[in-house]
């Protein structure tokens, strides 16, 4: 099925995007995702349009864009249930939203998902050097912490996958990478352990499928969360634009930053103002705006097919 065209004359996603509430109550606003509370086991979780850069929420929303983050996960989601279990519930959004209308317009952009305890962290799997870490690089010679061969360019492939996980941080502050040993005196070895080996596995797994339709997942994030039995699963979002760097392969070329499927392409443009990335964000061009949301179509067209 195409889905050309279709997201930036959305007039669903503008509702959401608006403020569209559900009959049940709001229990998180994150920088993307709105959480509300359906019961004590399951939660409504609705991906809305908004754009998030250097943990900064931009003004202007990506038409279709929650619809598309929604529509990724749920790919992968289904594609890694073999490597570890997810947050996914079995139920659909019609059987929990009585309004007809308000289920038509989040049908695509929420998902009903079990309640879990959310780990105090990020987790982060680079396979090349870019972004921060080309920056802590360029510094130090390493990538939080993690040392690397001298001469290395941008955008080059690590000799080896690297774990280099974040805190959570809290809304409007910046996360802070973290060693190893201070996730695993957080949450303990062995659950610690778990996590970096599913991260690994999952990223390794996604970089194969991509590589076979001409995108280089360059890196990515996952979060995790334990259910009632203390299980280890997979939550939020996973291997999308906003949580990964897609690069094209027929582009790619070390020593440059490539151009981007994801978000990367708002960074960069970020990049060039004279911003502290801080609250208020700078105003975002119309031209940036649409280039964004076609990149996004793209990459859910090429990465699905």
């Known amino acids: 099925m195409s889905w050309k065209g279709k997201f930036l004359k959305s007039e669903i996603s503008a509702a959401y995007h608006a403020g569209l509430v559900t009959q049940y109550p709001l229990i998180h606003q994150g920088k993307v995702r709105d959480s509300f509370a359906i019961d004590d086991q399951h939660m409504l979780i609705v991906a809305s349009d908004r754009l998030s850069a250097f943990d900064v929420v ?17 790919f992968w989601f289904e594609r890694t249930r073999e490597i570890i279990p997810n947050h996914l519930s079995g139920i659909g959004v019609e059987e929990v939203i009585d309004d007809p209308q308000i289920s038509s317009i989040l049908r695509h952009r929420a998902v009903v998902v079990k309640r879990l305890k959310p780990l105090p962290l990020e987790a982060i799997v680079r396979g090349y050097i870019i972004g921060s870490g080309w920056k802590d690089y360029q510094e130090t010679g390493a990538v939080c912490g993690i040392e690397l061969p001298p001469g290395l360019r941008q955008a080059d492939r690590l000799p080896e996958i690297l774990f280099t996980p974040s805190n959570k941080a809290a809304a409007g502050q910046h996360d ?3 060693d190893f040993q201070s996730i695993s005196a957080m949450i303990g070895d062995v659950l610690a352990n778990d996590v970096r080996k599913a991260s690994i596995r999952i990223y390794e797994h996604a970089v194969r499928h991509a590589a076979a339709r001409g995108i280089i997942i360059a890196d ?10 203390g299980q280890l699963r997979l939550m939020d979002e996973v291997l999308t634009p906003d949580s990964s760097r897609f690069w094209p392969e027929e582009s790619y070329q070390p020593g440059t930053s490539p151009p981007s499927y994801d978000k990367q392409f708002v960074r960069d443009y970020l990049e060039t103002l004279d911003w502290d990335k801080t609250p208020p964000p700078p105003p975002v061009p119309p031209g940036i705006i649409e280039a964004t949301a076609a990149k996004y179509r793209e990459a859910y067209e090429r990465l699905t097919k």
């Open 176 to 178: 802070v990478n973290i």
């Open 58 to 74: 931009m003004s202007e929303p990506i038409p279709g864009k929650g619809e598309i983050l929604t529509r990724i996960s749920n």
């Open 220 to 229: 990515t994030k996952f979060e995790f969360g334990l259910d009632e039995s």
